[in-house]
């Protein structure tokens, strides 16, 4: 194992040990000193975000990825905001549930405790340093973070700021750390760190989330991958499907939310597919269509066939797959065959389809007549998000504070002994 | 991966799917019949398990193994009534839980489904096959098992049983398999089957563990491995701490939430610990003391000297570590250092130390005053136990019908889109 991994890992088990003992106030209070700091040393996290775009540019990454990866006060501000939402937010932590008194008289119920150390691994965007840190924080977990060497300087300037608020507030060192060494065989060593790390997050491709699978010995969370798909029922009224359908493929078309396939029961096609494929084109979107709803639009510059692969690619880009169906089941059996278990949705008048779309559809999240854009921790109430699960152990969904929590039995005697 | 593997994977997906369809009543009836089929196939199981209990004497099985392999119609009743205590727990699956409406009209809330297919690889005791089927058919799983090898016979009759109860139950076909070739390379198998396989419980040793830990892509729970403490605070009621004490080590010491070490408070050392030897030896129990423990029972023949292995030891038998502490901060930097976040008790009349135990140590189950054989799902009114994890991800502790659920968020809306 890595030294840095050793020395980092026992440093972040002590550190979660007596977080354990900081209240809610302590931890909110190191989360608006964060945001204090990270308004005071703008310039100094600035300078270093622009340091490593000059060597990014020199390196030739695309304009499109330096735009991600910068990093201005205005985005800086934007990030102490997110701390400050995130402090705002109620405790996870402490919160009794399950209890009962059992005929013995023992009082038994369940507690919610940090986890304990979390491991994160992501790549890209700089900002996710000080979202985690937040989270982890909030939770009274201890992190270990490890970021894509595009955001080095930055991600190093900005763990600086997190740790100098970290001390001014009482949090014990340690708490949060960020893996200097680009080693990339360190991620291995994080993967198998079991007595260090309690739980593991890769935030990235699918890559990343196979490497973690096959590698870890941790519990990990894998997420963030999602063959979305909306389901337009015969009794669907156009005028939500319409909306819904634009909504969640247009709006932010490079996240995992958005919409992928598009199923349309033949009763409808001839109706609805013309009218998807006019408000979707002059979005930008190129359709690749089965040939059932082909014969309805081919017609239309922005219409090709659809290729093997289409009912099996998160696109992220404004492309959309289109398929015709015979009925529910039809559409249940493609969603089951072909979906990566994140949102899918059914737009329907009908009350027996759309409760049978929920019962049937085993995703993280289902819809009836909304937009799949909605799996997010913000639009969900959960204030922030450490990640999308996928996954069916722990948490599903959109994950926030409380779901970076485990329990433990707490249980109150006065001598009992079992008999 | 084995043919089996992959046939019996396929099947049990297929079943899962088909069973989140099967109503409370379905599933309940299912263990009733099974409950019933048992009862009727009674002398072809105690045939069975007679046949192979013949095999393991001629083996040259120790007769203790034999006598927990052994499975008579008494203690087959036994197994039907299990089954039955099961079928009259309540359903977990279906509960919403924390529902609301968003600002923008969305009804969103997290219904509590099955998990999906579990896989389960135990050794031995084969009433196991029959209370892991019931527990995921009460949550609505697919089960794939593999029991040990010494059971095999037994075994493959108690899963015809439950399989033929499953035909006449309108339960799918495939919902409960047992996986039936010996080679032992199938293990490995079936931790990687994370197509068909959603979580994974070893009920074994630690090697077992570890061959799981370290093979399985697959989300593992690991637990049942238990190096419980109590500490004997200087405020303690040596009226109740001895009993707690005799309890925890003497009514069951080969189970995993049986006693392992004793600390006790150097101020009442010199009362507590004759009292202790006294009783313990009475019941068999042999010593194993640190020198300032040593001091003052040392003379008694059940006490020795305790081996430099001595507090990191889960003994399953009648032996019983002992060190003396010089305060609460000692005794939770030993629970931190050697145990294993099972099940760790504080017997004290002091409120403030109390507090401090049930919140610093980081334990599955913590008590105060009471015995920590309580750690079991009949005893905590689950009703039943699949497992007791001492990992931190999904559940901890005992693990009932409700463990063996996740969620699912359910969003209904009337055309929302998001901004």
Redesign the interface.
């Known amino acids: 194992m890595h030294e840095d991994i050793r020395k980092k890992g026992e440093l972040a088990r002590q550190a979660s040990?007596r977080l354990?003992?900081r209240d809610t106030r302590t931890r909110n209070r190191a989360l608006k000193t964060i945001a204090e700091t990270l308004t005071a040393q703008q310039s100094s996290i600035v300078d270093a975000n622009s340091r490593y775009l000059d060597a990014g540019l020199q390196a030739g990454l695309s304009e499109a990825l330096l735009v991600r990866l910068l990093l201005n006060s205005s985005r800086l501000q934007d990030v102490a905001r997110d701390v400050l939402a995130v402090a705002a937010l109620p405790d996870p932590v402490g919160e009794t549930f399950d209890a009962?008194t059992?005929p013995n008289g023992?009082q038994?119920g369940k507690r919610r405790?940090p986890?304990?150390v979390i491991g994160v691994i992501y790549e890209s965007r700089p900002n996710v340093t000080v979202d985690i840190s937040a989270l982890c924080l909030k939770s009274g977990n201890a992190a270990i973070l490890r970021g894509g060497k595009e955001a080095w300087h930055t991600n190093m300037a900005l763990a600086a700021t997190v740790q100098d608020a970290c001390l001014k507030s009482d949090i014990p060192a340690g708490a949060i750390q960020l893996i200097e060494s680009q080693d990339r065989a360190i991620v291995k060593d994080m993967l198998t760190a079991?007595q260090y790390i309690?739980?593991i997050i890769p935030r990235g491709g699918a890559g990343l989330h196979r490497l973690a699978?096959?590698n870890a010995?941790i519990?990990?969370i894998t997420g963030g991958i999602g063959i979305c798909h909306v389901y337009v029922d015969q009794t669907a009224?156009l005028?939500?499907a319409v909306?819904?359908i634009?909504?969640?493929k247009v709006?932010r078309p490079t996240v995992c939310n958005a919409l992928d396939t598009l199923l349309v029961h033949r009763d409808v096609a001839d109706e609805l597919l013309p009218q998807v494929v006019h408000a979707l084109a002059a979005a930008g979107v190129e359709m690749r269509c089965d040939p059932r709803a082909l014969v309805i639009v081919e017609e239309h510059p922005a219409v090709q066939p659809a290729g093997p692969q289409d009912f099996d690619t998160e696109f992220l880009s404004l492309v959309l797959a289109v398929k015709v169906v015979d009925d529910l089941d039809e559409a249940l059996d493609h969603i089951?065959q072909h979906g990566t278990q994140h949102s899918d949705a059914i737009v329907t008048e009908n009350y027996t389809r759309?409760m049978r779309f929920?019962?049937?559809v085993?995703?993280?999240?289902?819809?009836?007549?909304?937009?799949t854009?909605?799996?997010d921790g913000g639009?969900?109430?959960l204030g922030a998000e450490v990640a999308v699960s996928t996954?069916?152990?722990?948490a599903?969904?959109p994950m926030g504070p409380k779901e970076l929590t485990?329990?433990?039995?707490?249980?109150?005697?006065?001598?009992?002994?079992?008999e």
Chains 1, 2 share one sequence.
């Open positions: 040990r354990v003992t009962c059992l023992l038994i405790v986890i304990g079991h309690d739980m699978r096959e010995t519990p990990v009224d005028r939500k909306p819904i634009h909504n969640a709006q089951y759309a929920v019962n049937e085993n995703s993280a999240v289902v819809y009836v007549n909304a937009s854009r909605f799996t639009q969900f109430g996954q069916r152990l722990h599903r969904g485990t329990y433990k039995w707490v249980v109150l005697g006065d001598g009992q002994i079992r």
